[in-house]
């Protein structure tokens, strides 16, 4: 309940403070568990991306440095994301990730791990890949822009442009039943990472910028 309350708090703000543009909402239908792999660069952007879908069943992961944040941290509890530790592999996160999307849900993820100070794609971390190869679900690429803003628009008393980009969904090639080696994690992780650049402006591309799956990418595209 506290959940669904913050919920409506949040898009109450939003429809005042924010125009909100959301492209490729069609790329994220119901009843379907994904993990939505995202770049980073405000601590807005988990709350935007739960407002940019019409489903309720979404959840992020939160490095755990932020639960104790002054009011963020509260914040972040009542929607009850998932707190992991940073810089090192938390099995009870992924656990809590695993048991959500064989409840049909989605989980929303920054690969690069951390945000990134100068809105540049850093390079993405294998997590949001594992997770994606053991529970066999499709990734969905996301871009927020401008959730840097929002707050100097606020005090300025303008509304904040803020717009979120999903990509069309997707499967990694799953892991044999020796396991996940280095190597298809770093194909799987750049894969990911690739698919978020093809939805930033290209000034924003950063580590990613010259990929040749980038530009495979967007050969793929033009021909379409």
Not at 44 to 49: A, E, G, K, V
Not at 68 to 91: C, H, M, T
């Amino acid at each position: 309940m506290e959940r669904q309350r913050i919920m409506k708090i949040l898009h109450y703000l939003a429809d005042r403070l924010v125009n909100l543009k959301i492209v490729g909402a069609e790329n994220v239908q119901d009843g379907t568990p994904y993990v939505v792999a995202t770049s980073h660069i405000s601590r807005l952007d988990l709350p935007f991306l739960m407002l940019s879908t019409h489903r309720q069943d979404v959840i992020g992961i939160v490095a755990k440095e932020y639960e104790k944040a002054p009011f963020f941290g509260w914040f972040l509890n009542q929607l009850g994301v998932i707190w992991i530790s940073r810089g090192e592999y938390d099995l009870e996160a992924f656990r809590e990730a695993t048991n959500r999307l064989k409840m049909g849900w989605i989980v929303g993820i920054a690969p690069e791990g951390t945000r990134s100070k100068t809105r540049q794609l850093l390079k993405g971390k294998p997590g949001a890949s594992l997770l994606a190869i053991r529970n066999q679900v499709q990734v969905i690429p996301a871009a927020v822009l401008g959730t840097a803003e929002v707050i100097q628009s606020v005090l300025r008393l303008k509304k904040a442009q803020v717009e979120v980009r999903f990509g069309k969904p997707f499967m990694l090639p799953q892991a044999s039943d020796e396991g996940t080696d280095k190597t298809r994690l770093q194909e799987a992780t750049d894969e990911i990472m690739c698919r978020i650049a093809l939805l930033l402006p290209e000034d924003r591309r950063g580590f990613y910028a010259n990929h040749p799956r980038l530009l495979e990418l967007q050969a793929e595209q033009n021909q379409l």
